[in-house]
Every structure is written in structure tokens, then in C-alpha cells.
């Protein structure tokens, strides 16, 4: 079946812009979670959601960045504001449940690259 | 706060076994992960302790020790297509904090 697809797959962008990252999770997760990952580092927890309900978003740097899954299956990334610093490769991963030994189904990722 | 150590790099050359430690300071903890990521590739789960103990999975294992906040994974007979980095990861509440990782590289 399908895994987990992003879009777009990369996004160049000039620095104050706005941009919206998708993600579409495997069909029945109730789980999904958005990542941001550096060259060199592990996966850094950004936001979940468990249905449509941002369940933690902790792991959000600030509130340039926000997150929403109205429908509890799409979800989008939103940066507002871009900076030079939030140059990186988002990730999302969905999971049948949350928690647990719920094993997380990652996406190809989207590099955004903001000059 | 939550803080994973791993090493950054580890070599080996084909057929040998390699371990990956982990070592962890966290709250709420509730089970290690572990996840390989080619380069380029999204990160793909290879393993789970929640217990004390081995789990094994085909030519990979993973120990957890709870009371020595401390993991390994291991990675027997090794071929090429293992070169890649590994992460493990720490369960708290219901999301997973990951470690930096190790990049392994497998040479003939």
C-alpha cells in the first residue's frame, strides 16, 4: 500500500516568505508527527497530533511555525516568516497509534532551503 | 531534559558484527527505538525494547537496560547495503526524542 508522501519535495524560498509543507499519512493512522532534521543530526521533534487535535507541540521552536490536520488525515507545516536558520529537511511519520512501541512510518522528507 | 550519546562513526568491513550504544537521560521514559537512514532516505524502524533484555530480529538485535539508562544495537554479518546512519530513539509520553546517530560504514 502507500507510505507516507510529501509535498513538495524540495522548496527554495528567500528569507520573510511564507511557505506550507504537506504531508499525507498512511490511510487509518490516527497518529502523525512532523519532524525537522539538520545535516548530520537525528530527526527533532517538532508537533503531533493524534486525529485532529494537536496532542503535543512542544518541540516547536516558536510561533512563526504552526500545524494543522482538520481532518485528521492531511496535515500542514506552516512557516511564517522564514529564516536562513530554518534550512532543513522536514519530515513527517504517521503511526497506527500513538505511543507505545508504535512503530513510526516516516516520509521522503521536504529540504526547504531559504536563501 | 532529554539527552541521547551515541558514537558519531563506526567502520567495519563486510561479514563482521558491530554494536551501536546508546546511552540516555530522560523523563517519562518508556521504551527504546531504533531506525536506519540511508543517505537521502527517510529514517525506517528496525527495532523496539520497552523491556529489560534482546530482541532479535533476523541478523539485527537490540538490548535495553533500564536501571543502566543504557542500549545497544546489534548488527551481525554485516554487507554493504548497512552502510547508513542508525538512531536510536527514547519513547517519552507518546513521542520519540531521537539521539544524533552513528553513521556506520561497511567496507569489502
Known amino acids: 500500500g502507500a507510505g507516507v508522501s510529501q509535498t513538495p519535495s524540495n522548496k527554495v524560498t528567500e528569507k520573510g516568505k511564507y511557505v506550507e509543507l504537506r504531508c499525507d499519512p498512511i490511510?487509518?493512522?490516527?497518529?502523525l508527527y512532523w519532524y525537522r532534521q539538520s545535516l548530520g543530526q537525528g530527526p527533532e521533534f517538532l508537533i503531533y497530533f493524534q486525529g485532529t487535535g494537536a496532542a503535543d507541540d512542544s518541540g516547536l521552536p516558536n510561533d512563526r511555525f504552526f500545524a494543522v490536520r482538520p481532518e485528521g488525515s492531511v496535515s500542514t507545516l506552516k512557516i511564517q516568516r522564514t529564516e536562513r536558520g530554518d534550512s532543513a529537511v522536514y519530515l513527517c511519520a504517521s503511526s497506527l497509534n500513538a505511543g507505545g512501541r508504535n512503530e513510526q512510518f516516516f516520509g521522503p522528507g521536504t529540504r526547504l532551503t531559504v536563501l | 531534559g532529554q539527552s541521547l550519546e551515541q558514537p558519531s562513526e563506526v567502520t567495519a568491513v563486510e561479514g563482521a558484527i558491530v554494536q551501536i550504544n546508546c546511552t540516555y537521560q530522560t523523563s517519562g521514559f518508556y521504551g527504546l527505538s531504533w531506525y536506519q537512514q540511508h543517505d537521502g532516505g527517510a529514517p525506517t524502524f528496525l527495532s523496539y525494547?520497552?523491556?529489560?533484555g534482546l530482541e532479535e530480529t533476523g541478523r539485527f538485535s537490540s538490548f535495553l537496560s533500564r536501571s543502566d539508562s543504557y542500549g545497544y544495537l546489534l548488527l551481525q554479518e554485516l554487507q554493504m547495503k548497512d552502510s547508513a546512519s542508525y538512531f536510536c530513539a527514547v519513547g517519552t509520553g507518546d513521542k520519540l526524542i531521537f539521539g544524533t546517530g552513528t553513521r556506520l560504514q561497511v567496507f569489502p
Open positions: 525494547n520497552a523491556l529489560d
Open positions: 490511510s487509518g493512522h490516527t497518529a
